[in-house]
């Protein structure tokens, strides 16, 4: 079956501290992967995505992405988070004809 | 701004009612998505259009429909609605080509039933 799992719901940080939100797609996704946000009271957005070439994708904010894919994982990182990346975070890949979305993870970022 | 336009953006309604929500999407999108976003089920995939046709087909209830006219502007209607329909309802597009295309999301209409 086509998924992607996201492995914690919750992710609760402090400011300035490193974050990893992890991700993994089964073999029947694609290896077209996304992370995509959302910020309170808003639609998605994407944040990254990695197509092909480099398996270090990064955005413009700070996070960035890794394709591994022995581990079928593209687990999302930032070295040092602010308060404004509080969000919820989405990790998508392509299956079939249609993007198939993790359940989320919800960063919360803590002064 | 996405360029996705989805309205109403809020939206109450009784139970065993019907509504209709609409998308206009991005200029040029061909591909327009529907999904459901509910505390306990997450973001769910229903239904995408491409070009007017049905492409691919999610969780979706028997009744809910969608449509996709040729103006490229989708439709996506609820029936018989339950307590359990009140979710965020997202729509997206993207442009044409079958892969490789990120999707460009809506603000949503959050549907509460009542």
């Known amino acids: 079956a086509q998924s992607v799992t996201q492995l914690d719901s919750q992710v609760p940080v402090f400011e300035e501290a490193p974050v990893e939100l992890r991700c993994n797609y089964s073999?029947?996704?694609?290896?077209?992967l996304f992370w995509y946000v959302q910020y309170p009271n808003q639609g998605l957005q994407l944040l990254l995505k990695y197509l092909s070439g480099s398996t270090l994708v990064e955005s413009i904010n700070g996070f960035e992405a890794e394709f591994n894919k022995s581990q079928t994982s593209f687990h999302l990182r930032k070295p040092s988070v602010h308060i404004s990346d509080t969000a919820e975070y989405f990790c998508?890949?392509?299956?079939?004809?249609?993007?198939?979305f993790g359940a989320g993870t919800r960063l919360f970022v803590k002064a | 701004d996405s360029g996705v336009t989805q309205t109403p953006k809020h939206l109450i309604t009784a139970t065993g009612q019907r509504v209709t929500l609409r998308c206009s999407p991005r200029?040029?999108?061909?591909?327009v998505y529907w999904y459901q976003q509910s505390l306990d089920q997450g973001l769910q995939f229903l239904i995408q259009?491409?070009?007017?046709?049905?492409?691919a087909k999610g969780n979706i209830l028997e009744r809910f429909s969608a449509q996709q006219f040729p103006d490229l502007h989708s439709e996506l209607n609820l029936s018989s609605l339950e307590l359990g329909d009140s979710a965020l309802y997202f729509c997206a597009s993207s442009a044409p080509g079958r892969r490789n295309t990120e999707a460009f999301f809506g603000q949503g209409t959050r549907l509460t039933v009542v």
């Open positions: 259009y491409y070009n007017g046709e049905e492409r």
């Open positions: 998508a890949g392509e299956g079939g004809f249609k993007t198939i």
């Open positions: 200029s040029g999108d061909l591909s």
């Open positions: 073999s029947s996704v694609s290896v077209y």
